[in-house]
């Protein structure tokens, strides 16, 4: 069965700091792992997705994640944040064909001026 | 290219009573996802077509929930009768890919229709 982990429901981080979300995994197939945003009252918006190719992805908005089979993470990392980024972040797993999708429980950012 | 509409946007409703939420996925897309975010988590997959089958209810609540997508277009949901620990946000979100098996294909997510279950 596989279970993702976001580590944090709230983060706050000053404009122009290192923004890291945590998210571990759970997977007894090799996962398709996602990261998605929630600004509010819209739906979900792919930020990035590893499947099984480069271990660093980069996605939208300057954010990167780094795949490490080792440690079962997938972090997610901006290196410098803007006010804009202000919003809830969700990490998901699924199996390979897309099926299966199953979503953390969300981390808040919140960036400070 | 429009994206997944949805709708109502929101629905307020007694608990017992019936209501259904409709999503247009995007055109050509073969796949369709009917999600329950409850709020404070994050969104669970409710179920999952393929054109007009089913390929995952493993998670839909059989006894009130139904969904149907009958021209592998368009999809509504369904919760008979509703329970006050039904009020979540409803998300559709649909995909491109068309076979089983193959890499797994993005997701694109509709704004959501807002059910308030008293």
């Known amino acids: 069965a596989q279970s993702v982990t976001q580590l944090g429901s709230h983060v706050s981080v000053s404009e122009g700091a290192l923004v890291l979300l945590r998210c571990n995994y759970s997977?007894?197939?090799?996962?398709?792992l996602f990261w998605y945003v929630q600004y509010p009252n819209q739906g979900l918006q792919l930020l990035l997705k590893?499947?099984?190719?480069?271990?660093l992805v980069k996605g939208i908005n300057g954010f990167e994640a780094e795949f490490k089979k080792s440690e079962t993470s997938f972090h997610l990392t901006k290196p410098s944040a803007h006010m804009s980024d202000a919003a809830e972040y969700f990490c998901?797993?699924?199996?390979?064909?897309?099926?299966?999708?199953?979503f953390g429980a969300g981390t808040r950012l919140f960036v400070k001026a | 290219e429009a994206g997944v509409a949805q709708s109502p946007r929101y629905k307020i409703i007694e608990k017992r009573q019936s209501v259904a939420f409709w999503c247009n996925p995007i055109?050509?897309?073969?796949?369709l996802y009917w999600y329950q975010q409850i709020l404070g988590q994050g969104p669970k997959l409710l179920i999952q077509?393929?054109?007009?089958?089913?390929?995952?209810d493993s998670q839909l609540p059989k006894d009130r929930f139904s969904a149907e997508r009958l021209k592998g277009v368009d999809s509504t949901l369904k919760i008979q009768p509703a329970k006050l620990e039904d009020s979540a946000v409803y998300l559709c979100?649909?995909?491109?890919?068309?076979?089983?098996?193959?890499?797994?294909?993005?997701?694109?997510f509709g704004p959501g229709t807002r059910l308030t279950v008293l």
């Open positions: 077509f393929q054109n007009n089958g089913v390929v995952d």
């Open positions: 590893y499947t099984s190719a480069a271990t």
């Open positions: 997977s007894s197939v090799p996962p398709y």
């Open positions: 998901a797993v699924s199996e390979t064909g897309g099926f299966k999708t199953i």
């Open positions: 055109s050509g897309h073969a796949t």
């Open positions: 979100a649909s995909s491109l890919h068309e076979l089983a098996g193959e890499n797994t294909d993005t997701q694109y």
